[in-house]
């Protein structure tokens, strides 16, 4: 009889503040979004307490990294402008993101992990998917529960990363990758939840259509003039219907993932398509004006691909730079080069290139440089 296929989907818990509140445990209880500059670092007074930003003292463009789970009960999310964040809860603490003690907690909770299942897919900074199929113990039964082996597993898997981080996760069960990741949303923060596709019904098809990895605004509209609202409303389509209105692969993909059905294989090494680096001003930036500034702020992105490059080792042929105007279009321009670099100073010089090709008469809101073409150094 084959072993019977397990994936499991790990999610850090609300990750960035979360780290944020191993280093400023007195916010505990109280609602923490992560954002903005550095002048909103907490400030140390002179009897060792600390005086902390709130969000009602932010002005600019910026937007939530994230935000922990006391402070999503007003309705702030990550994505979310800060402004907007402000008007709903504007005594929420503000904490700039330090995303080198991120990328420091997520080496160790990915270790933390690879110790007990070692076939790890990475999706990011905070998640990854795990096939469990073939650890030791992950087939057996335990006591009367038919799954509890797997389940131990999990909960060991859990276990660690708390160990070796002092963070929560919360890690979807299932046979595979689609259903991993529904599952690990259910039951957060800190949760553990185990399906099969017998708990389908119950579990996962009143869910909104929207919450199947892949559909997207456009899509989940689609479907919603259909009067299709949830997954099981979709799992109950006739295919036929969906391909007619959908198209082959798209109608097929969609019934196929309402009724739970994915063969994606855990893929244990990518080969990046590109490397880029973008950030949202906290004021609209003018060409002239703010030449200088945002002269800088180039520099600093081209200077941070150049050091992805290096840290993952490619090289880039086609560089490239992205520009939000404050009208919000958007527009990008590339340069391929006669070989691929990975030096700031030859990424700036072709970003710069690519420059003098837009408009630069309207203020930007956002600016983002890219290397493309990837190479290994």
């Excluded at 919000?328 to 290139?353: E, H, K, M, N, S």
Aim: charged share 25%.
């Amino acid at each position: 009889m084959p072993a019977r296929r397990w994936i499991a989907h790990l999610d850090m818990d609300a990750f960035f503040a979360s780290v944020e509140l191993l280093r400023y445990p007195e916010l505990a209880r109280e609602p923490v979004v992560v954002g903005g500059g550095r002048r909103y670092a907490p400030q140390t007074l002179p009897d060792g307490t600390r005086r902390f930003a709130r969000l009602r003292d932010y002005a600019g463009r910026g937007v939530a990294t994230t935000a922990t789970y006391p402070a999503r009960r007003f309705g702030v999310h990550s994505g979310i402008g800060l402004m907007k964040a402000a008007a709903l809860a504007p005594d929420a603490v503000l904490l700039p993101p330090d995303f080198d003690q991120y990328k420091l907690y997520s080496r160790r909770f990915k270790d933390a992990v690879a110790a007990i299942a070692p076939v790890i897919e990475d999706r990011g900074i905070d998640e990854i998917y795990i096939d469990l199929s073939e650890v030791p113990g992950a087939q057996d039964a335990v006591g009367h529960d038919p799954y509890g082996g797997v389940r131990a597993i999990a909960q060991e898997i859990r276990n660690n990363v708390r160990r070796a981080t002092g963070l929560s996760c919360s890690i979807g069960v299932t046979p595979n990758k689609l259903l991993a990741k529904l599952a690990s949303e259910l039951d957060k923060p800190d949760g553990l939840t185990l399906l099969t596709h017998e708990d389908l019904p119950a579990r996962i098809w009143p869910l909104p259509v929207r919450r199947i990895n892949g559909i997207g605004p456009k899509a989940g509209a689609k479907l919603a003039a259909l009067g299709i609202a949830t997954i099981g409303e979709l799992a109950a389509r006739d295919p036929a219907d969906l391909v007619e209105r959908f198209g082959a692969g798209t109608g097929r993909w969609l019934h196929e993932a309402a009724l739970g059905i994915d063969d994606r294989p855990v893929v244990t090494h990518h080969e990046p398509v590109s490397i880029s680096r973008e950030t949202t001003f906290e004021r609209d930036l003018h060409a002239v004006r703010d030449r200088g500034l945002l002269g800088a702020q180039l520099t600093a992105l081209c200077e941070r691909v150049a050091a992805d490059l290096r840290h993952q080792g490619y090289a880039g042929r086609t560089i490239g730079i992205k520009l939000r105007y404050d009208d919000f279009r958007t527009v990008t321009r590339d340069l391929t080069l006669p070989c691929a670099v990975a030096d700031a100073a030859a990424i700036r010089a072709a970003a710069g290139q690519c420059l003098k090709r837009v408009d630069l008469a309207r203020p930007l809101r956002l600016l983002g440089v890219r290397a493309a073409g990837l190479a290994r150094a």
